[in-house]
């Protein structure tokens, strides 16, 4: 009597699970690198393995590196595709008002002098209130500064 209802319910949890395992992709933020993500990173393992972590674009750049050395394949061009994804939407928030600049070097990969810079300027003229009040920093690579946009709390 209890299989009668039991079973179908286990058989719909378990189906269930199984679709929203197959549309996980879908979850993922859209980005330039998507495409190129999916396709390298899914083949030996679950998606999730890799957007559970939180890294920096260096520790991506290494992680990434590694993967390619246990077979995971793509051009240079997708390669880094795949490691600015990641850094951009995988990354570790650093905040521009209160790291120092060796936390804001290693955490966002800007240059030791870049993130000098960053460090000076908010001594100079105050705590960074937007996005653009960071790209009037002399010396900002602004491309990198896009790619890190989500990682950058004030
Ligand atoms: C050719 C197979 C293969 C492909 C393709 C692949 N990986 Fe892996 N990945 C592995 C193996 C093997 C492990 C180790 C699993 C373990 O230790 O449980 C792993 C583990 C990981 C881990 C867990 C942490 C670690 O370093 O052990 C991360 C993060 C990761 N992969 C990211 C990626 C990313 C990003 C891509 C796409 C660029 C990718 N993987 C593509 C084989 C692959």
Redesign the pocket.
């Known amino acids: 009597m209890l299989m009668r209802w039991f079973l179908p319910l286990i058989f719909t949890l378990v189906l269930t699970s199984v679709i929203s395992s197959a549309t996980g992709s879908d979850d993922l933020p859209e980005g330039k690198g998507k495409d190129v ?1 999916l396709k ?6 679950g998606l999730e ?2 957007t559970s ?1 939180k890294n920096s674009k260096m520790q ?1 750049t290494y ?2 590196d ?3 050395s ?5 051009t240079d061009e997708e ?1 880094n595709a ?1 490691i600015g994804y ?1 850094a951009q939407n995988f990354g570790k928030p650093v905040n521009v008002n209160t790291a120092t600049a060796k936390e804001i070097e290693a955490g966002l990969s800007f240059t030791a002098a870049q993130s000098e810079s960053i460090v000076q300027y908010r001594t100079d003229k105050g705590a960074f209130k937007t996005y653009e009040d960071l790209l009037k920093v002399p010396g900002l690579d602004a491309g990198l500064v896009e790619e890190q946009k989500k990682n950058i709390l004030f």
């Open positions: 993500f390298m990173c899914s083949n030996c393992h393995q890799v972590v991506w992680v990434v590694d993967m390619v246990r077979g995971a394949e793509g390669v795949v990641l």
